[in-house]
């Protein structure tokens, strides 16, 4: 079941600049579209969605960007800090429904 | 802020005994889930619950699965009779289940180890 694929499992980018983390998705019934940021052994946090009527919904240094004619969305982080080093995880699900999550991406900032 | 709680965070237990895993989502939310994470593979959906009853259940949540809300505050998963595979960290979640919010907030996640 891949219906929510990250095709990149990790990310390197040094402070101050832009991180863009991809997702893919193939079931054009989702509605809404989030993203998760994980630390090891901890639970994943909430940080930004969006709803498939939009294309784009912006919150401080994150905005994540919805096309949905290819059925692609993405996190941007302006700018990046070592702090955000995490594991970022998008997810998928109709309202109130099942998050279906991709398999993570890791992002490293470096100082 | 309002968080999610998970109780234990860690159990250990041996094949084929019962374990509950212990929740207190945020208060007055409506809509409560289970997922688990085994080490090194995608966080997976296993149940929700909503108006007392499940929702939705994966093909995971099997027989030996339950969730019970038994008061007004906490929400359990209980493993009748534990196997190797259910290894893994087992996070709650809850949903507030107003229109145009549909963020799940998930608690810090219950580590269970299977011997």
């Known amino acids: 079941d891949q219906q929510v694929k990250q095709n990149s499992p990790s990310l390197s980018v040094q402070e101050g600049r832009i991180s863009i983390l991809n997702c893919d998705y193939t079931n054009s019934m989702f509605d809404y579209f989030l993203w998760y940021k994980k630390y090891p052994a901890e639970g994943p946090t909430f940080l930004i969605s969006?709803?498939?009527?939009?294309d784009k919904n912006e919150d401080g240094r994150f905005t994540v960007f919805l096309n949905k004619s290819a059925k692609h969305l993405s996190l941007h982080i302006v700018p990046s800090q070592p702090g955000d080093s995490a594991v970022y995880f998008c997810a998928a699900s109709g309202f109130a429904g099942k998050l279906i999550f991709g398999q993570g991406t890791t992002l490293q900032v470096k100082p | 802020e309002p968080e999610v709680t998970q109780t234990p965070s860690h159990q250990v237990t041996q094949m084929g005994q019962e374990v509950i895993l212990r929740c207190v989502p945020i208060?007055?939310?409506?809509?409560f889930y289970w997922y688990r994470q085994i080490l090194g593979q995608k966080v997976e959906f296993l149940v929700s619950f909503y108006n007392n009853e499940i929702s939705e259940k994966s093909e995971i949540f099997d027989d030996q699965f339950s969730v019970e809300r038994p008061d007004g505050s906490n929400f359990t998963l209980k493993i009748r009779s534990t196997k190797l595979e259910d290894s893994a960290m087992y996070f709650c979640a809850s949903n507030s289940g107003l229109a145009g919010y549909n963020e799940q907030f998930f608690g810090p996640g219950t580590r269970l180890t299977v011997l």
């Open positions: 208060s007055n939310h409506l809509y």
């Open positions: 969006i709803s498939s009527i939009k």
